[in-house]
């Protein structure tokens, strides 16, 4: 395709793709005030679980779909689905509408994370693709921090319902452009879809965490609707297993859990989406509720948070790729974390922002610190067989463990909440006319009260958000222990090249194992060509004293019969006349040919051994990156295939 009409498609993916990252944090610093009109303070986390749990447990069904199917129309299936749920939620007039229709925008949040990812390697060639994967995860980094912020904007300047209708206008465009501009991928590769094990797995996660919603709250333990949820959910866990066990092409295969770096990774990654995710939700509610802050001014207070998590990924990224060690990284950021959380335990009604700010900002790089490193610790311990499989299972952890961090954090705050307005009403004397529910249905209130009265209920909201990292701490503190667990191994070369975006928020990837050794190849590979990679190449090949810029011509006429000379130089990016010595050199040598009008270039006999010789030398340097992999015929296809298009791409010719 025409470089042009590559960058307006790459544009809308990324659009679609920044639209379902923002909705992850983008309705935190929002939640007060919906809740404050709609009600239902005890419901609140389930407007964040709702769009996690649909998101992540529809993603494996998007990309196995998307592969049988064609993506193109996947693609905009999900656009389409995401903007409605979008509306629907704008137009909510109740919290359990609300809910329900961030389920439907979660549907095809996930579509939209998976299947954009999946469209760039149609659309892009092998040797720029490496770098389009590195704009993506930049759209997680941004979408990571800046959510919250205009989260807090809409609501400050226009209403909470415009944190979801912002959707569609972008998300028009985005449609737009995809039906009209991206071509039909003929390609299909098929799958038996494990939809039993989908269905079942998704059933029983939300069981649990309607187990940790309303147990101890709304229903006592015992009662028999908690009960009963908890049975449904370990019937359901079994059914799984069995399903897990019989399915060809199984979404979790049980016996990944053998293998201790996977367990304790996935243990580890749970904890922290409950830790980042609870943060998220609960700390805007405690600045506005406590501190009478601004929607706007909550989400720049969490900027530390978010600025520490970004940071942290990508020092830790650096580290992993220059000294091949891993180990100490999740040890030292949960060990950070939790002192972040232990920090924001002790949050009173007259706790200091700037406190605040450093307890977020230590908290985040502890989170930073971890999230990517452990998707790395699991593509490092398996298989290739399992490698695909692996990394969508570590990612999987993290953002379910960030939907129960929510919904188990939501239930404590509740519960705390109510045993001390109980103990406030108990010895307080109200104004006549003051309903102690409203309290509870608008936080906002609070700031409207007396000021004896409108400090103790600052009290309380002030503990009960406390009360919320008080047991969020401890928690962390397990995967500190855990982490202990992890063992070091020798780091895969494909494997440092991490990919910025699985390490942030809740995304789920979903690639198979060969895809996601080529994802790696191609970032590696994206980094060595700019490296003096030609000059490397041609010494290795035996072309001594040919300069690298000539390297370049003869990989760049490799397989080709005459090119126009004004072609060759526009690949290059230069004028005929700053690139004709360079072609004069190869001509002398007896390597290239000029044709009578001296308009065109080819390669003589000797030019096609030599370009032979460079593809070889090219094709042994990928088969030593993967070659800790083992011996594959998948792996050998995938060299042999992307070497071509890795050499003489105008992105890397020599300046």
């Given at each position: ?13 990324m659009l679609?793709?920044?639209l379902a990252?923002l ?6 610093t ?7 009109d709609?009600?239902g303070?005890e ?5 964040v679980?709702a ?9 494996p069904?998007w990309g196995?779909?998307?592969?049988q199917?064609?993506r193109?129309y996947?693609?905009?299936?999900a ?8 509306a629907?939620c704008?137009l ?10 961030r389920?439907l ?7 939209l994370?998976?299947?954009a990812?999946?469209?760039v390697?149609?659309?892009?060639s092998v040797?720029?693709?490496g ?19 205009l ?6 300047h226009?209403s ?8 569609l206008?972008?998300?028009a465009?985005a449609l ?5 501009v991206?071509?039909n ?18 059933g029983?996660?939300s069981?649990?965490?309607l ?6 709250t709304?229903f006592a ?17 079994a ?5 897990e ?6 979404v979790l295969p049980?016996?990944?859990f ?20 609870g ?5 805007p509610?405690?600045?506005?509720a406590?501190?009478?802050?601004s929607?706007?001014l ?9 600025a520490?998590?970004?940071t ?10 220059r000294?091949?060690?891993?180990r100490?990284l ?5 060990a950070?974390a939790a ?6 335990s002790?949050l ?10 450093f307890?977020?900002l230590?908290l985040?790089?502890g989170l ?6 452990l ?5 490092n311990?398996?298989?290739?067989k399992?490698l695909g ?8 952890f ?6 129960f961090g ?11 909440l109510?045993?001390d307005l109980s103990?406030?009403?108990a010895?307080?004397r109200?104004p006549?006319?003051?309903e102690p529910?409203q ?5 906002t ?6 000021p004896?009265l409108?400090a ?5 909201y ?6 919320v990292f008080?047991v ?18 020798r780091l895969?070369?494909t ?13 789920s ?7 996601e050794?080529?994802?790696g190849l191609?970032?590696?590979a ?8 030609y000059a490397r190449l041609?010494?290795a090949?035996g072309l001594?004293?040919?300069a ?10 490799d ?10 130089a526009r690949?290059?990016?230069?004028s ?9 050199q ?5 390597l290239?040919?000029?044709s009578a ?8 006999d000797?030019?096609r051994?030599a370009?032979v ?10 088969r030593?990156?993967?070659a ?10 995938l060299?042999?295939?992307?070497t ?5 791409a105008?992105?890397?010719?020599p300046?």
């Amino acid at each position: 395709m025409r470089r042009r009409g590559i960058a307006i498609i790459i544009i809308a993916l990324m659009l679609g793709m920044l639209l379902a990252a923002l909705d992850q944090t983008i309705v935190s610093t929002a939640l007060p005030t919906i809740v404050s009109d709609l009600g239902g303070l005890e419901e609140l986390s389930w407007v964040v679980t709702a769009y996690l749990l649909a998101s992540t447990v529809s993603t494996p069904l998007w990309g196995k779909l998307g592969d049988q199917f064609g993506r193109k129309y996947l693609f905009v299936a999900a656009i389409v689905i995401f903007l409605v749920g979008s509306a629907l939620c704008g137009l909510s007039q109740s919290m359990g509408e609300l809910i329900a229709f961030r389920s439907l925008q979660g549907l095809g949040g996930g579509g939209l994370m998976v299947l954009a990812q999946a469209i760039v390697g149609d659309v892009v060639s092998v040797r720029e693709r490496g770098r389009y994967q590195g704009w993506f995860g930049g759209v997680f980094a941004v979408a990571s921090v800046i959510g919250p912020l205009l989260g807090g904007l809409f609501v400050d300047h226009l209403s909470w319902h415009w944190v979801f209708y912002i959707n569609l206008p972008l998300g028009a465009v985005a449609l737009v452009v995809i039906v009209a501009v991206l071509p039909n991928d003929k390609s299909r590769t098929r799958h038996t879809v494990d939809f039993a094990g989908v269905v079942l797995l998704g059933g029983a996660t939300s069981c649990l965490v309607l187990v940790t919603t309303w147990g101890g709250t709304t229903f006592a333990w015992i009662d028999p609707v908690i009960l009963g949820l908890g049975a449904a959910a370990a019937g359901l866990l079994a059914l799984w297993a069995v399903a897990e066990r019989r399915a060809r092409e199984p979404v979790l295969p049980l016996e990944l859990f053998r293998l201790r770096a996977f367990t304790m990774a996935s243990m580890v990654g749970f904890v922290v989406g409950f830790a980042m995710f609870g943060a998220l939700t609960y700390f805007p509610l405690y600045l506005q509720a406590v501190h009478g802050v601004s929607p706007t001014l909550s989400g720049v207070h969490l900027l530390p948070m978010m600025a520490g998590m970004l940071t942290m990924s990508v020092i830790s990224g650096q580290i992993i790729s220059r000294t091949g060690k891993y180990r100490y990284l999740p040890i030292t950021g949960t060990a950070l974390a939790a002192v972040g959380l232990l920090m924001l335990s002790t949050l009173t009604e007259h706790s200091s922002l700037t406190t605040m700010g450093f307890e977020l900002l230590v908290l985040g790089m502890g989170l930073g610190m971890t999230m990517q490193v452990l998707v790395i610790i699991v593509q490092n311990a398996v298989d290739f067989k399992d490698l695909g499989v692996a990394t969508s299972g570590a990612t999987f952890f993290r953002s379910i463990g960030g939907a129960f961090g929510v919904a188990t954090l939501g239930a404590v705050f509740a519960a705390r909440l109510n045993e001390d307005l109980s103990k406030v009403l108990a010895t307080t004397r109200l104004p006549p006319g003051f309903e102690p529910a409203q309290v509870q249905q608008d936080p906002t209130v609070i700031q409207r009260l007396p000021p004896q009265l409108a400090a103790d209920f600052l009290h309380v909201y002030a503990d009960a958000i406390a009360t919320v990292f008080r047991v969020a701490a401890p928690i962390m503190l397990v995967a500190f222990l855990l982490t202990w667990f992890i063992p070091q191994q020798r780091l895969r070369e494909t494997t440092k090249a991490a990919d910025l975006g699985e390490g942030l928020g809740a995304t789920s990837a979903e690639r198979s194992s060969l895809a996601e050794v080529e994802r790696g190849l191609v970032r590696l590979a994206d980094a060595d060509l700019r490296r003096g990679f030609y000059a490397r190449l041609g010494a290795a090949a035996g072309l001594s004293g040919i300069a690298p810029q000539g390297v370049w011509i003869i990989a760049r006429l490799d397989g080709e019969d005459w090119v126009p000379a004004e072609e060759l130089a526009r690949r290059a990016n230069v004028s005929r006349a700053s690139g004709r010595p360079y072609a004069d050199q190869l001509i002398e040598r007896g390597l290239v040919e000029r044709s009578a009008d001296g308009d065109q270039l080819r390669l003589t006999d000797e030019g096609r051994v030599a370009g032979v010789r460079l593809m070889r030398s090219s094709l042994e340097s990928l088969r030593r990156l993967v070659a800790d992999w083992g011996h594959s015929p998948q792996l050998e296809q995938l060299c042999e295939r992307i070497t071509p298009e890795l050499l003489g791409a105008h992105v890397d010719r020599p300046p």
